[in-house]
């Protein structure tokens, strides 16, 4: 048994100690919240990698800002979501770097209203931004891992993308006519069915090029009976991967 003396004395050293403790807890700085932290690296990226570079559409620019890319990215390279490169995302594929992102979301020009295909979902972070620009976005993924990866990701962010594992290269004709349809994956030539389910007018943004090496990055739109194609810059993508 402690005598009152003793006892008192533990007493007062175990509040000595809490104060202690809460004084450390004072002055040492707080970290910041894993929210905060993915705020500002994604206004960092918005103002360094993409405006920086020339994307000015201010939809666009928006939707970069709201997206929160590192949901879309594997755990082990959640730290590097905001960085300017692409990232695995398994399955030999890739999420691609948040310019090229943002380059294509602005090339195809869409608004409000507009019903648009994405070819290759992936880890679904093309189709969430395609999502905060129009209220009917379609996307085909041709790895049936990835398709529901992307699609239970998209659910429960809130993201209205319809997305169905198939094969891309013919499109999504249940949907057809579309006002853009847009490629994450590159063929070694432009796909006959997805000029075929172009709106008159409609925008399709392809990477076109030989596997292994660069591509070029087309702008290609439907007039009648015809094509206007725009060729805006070396990229280099994934291959379109076809069925069996």
């Known amino acids: 048994m402690f005598s009152r003396k003793a006892l008192l004395i533990l007493i007062a050293l175990a509040l000595v100690l809490v104060a202690l403790v809460g ?14 932290r993915f705020t500002t690296q994604r206004e960092e990226m918005v103002a360094d990698q993409i ?13 970069a800002m709201s997206v929160p890319r590192h949901e879309f990215v594997l755990p082990e390279t959640i730290d590097e979501a905001y960085e300017d490169h692409p990232l695995p995302i398994g399955y030999g594929q890739t999420i691609s770097q948040p310019y090229i992102v943002a380059v294509m979301t602005e090339l195809a020009q869409i608004k409000r209203g507009d019903r648009v295909l994405e070819i ?7 189709a969430a931004m395609l999502a ?3 209220d009917e976005v379609y996307s085909v993924e041709i790895i049936p891992e990835l398709a529901a990866r992307a699609e239970m990701t998209l659910k429960r962010l809130g993201y209205n993308v319809v997305v169905k594992n198939d094969d891309g290269y013919n499109g999504w004709q249940e949907h057809a006519p579309y006002d853009a349809i847009l ?23 392809i990477p076109v090029g030989p596997t292994g090496g660069y591509q070029t990055l ?9 094509v206007i194609s725009e060729n805006i810059m070396g990229v280099l993508f994934v291959p379109l991967t076809r069925g069996k």
Not at 23 to 36: G, H, N, V, W, Y
Not at 51 to 63: F, K, P, S, T
């Open 51 to 63: 405006h920086a570079r020339g994307v000015n559409d201010a939809q666009v620019l928006d939707a």
């Open 132 to 134: 905060r620009l129009t």
């Open 120 to 126: 290759g979902t992936g880890s679904g972070y093309q």
């Open 218 to 226: 087309w702008r290609i739109i439907k007039r009648g009976d015809k």
């Open 23 to 36: 004084a450390l807890a004072l002055t040492r700085p707080a970290a910041s919240p894993p929210i905060e």
């Open 183 to 205: 490629v994450t994956c590159a063929p070694d030539h432009v796909p006959p069915p997805l000029i075929a389910q172009l709106k008159e007018g409609g925008r399709l943004i």
